[in-house]
């Protein structure tokens, strides 16, 4: 079982917090961006862009935060933060 946690972030607060859930048999990179795709959608939010330095944090401790340079639109919040929980080896 592949588990995400994504956080929204406003001023210290959480604000939303969802935990997608994934038995499929892909790999883990499309684990984690099937996962971002459906928390966004439950989020009401667009797909935020992966930067070098939200990738390398992410490869570095399966945990990143995307500010708000890393959507096209307006968001109301300081940053998005996902987090693997649970991983399948």
């Known amino acids: ?5 994504v ?6 607060h959480l604000l939303k917090d969802t ?6 048999v ?7 961006m099937n996962a971002i795709e459906k928390a966004c959608y ?3 939010l667009s797909k935020p862009i992966w930067l070098k330095p939200i990738v390398r944090d992410f490869q570095l ?15 109301p919040f300081d940053y998005m933060e996902i987090q693997v929980l649970e991983e399948d080896y």
């Open 1 to 5: 079982m592949f588990r995400l946690w």
């Open 7 to 12: 956080k929204l972030i406003n001023d210290n």
């Open 19 to 24: 935990v997608v859930c994934d038995d499929t």
């Open 26 to 32: 892909d790999s883990r990179t499309h684990k984690v």
């Open 42 to 44: 439950e989020m009401d």
């Open 61 to 75: 401790h399966a945990k990143c935060r995307f500010t708000k340079d890393a959507f096209i639109e307006e968001v």
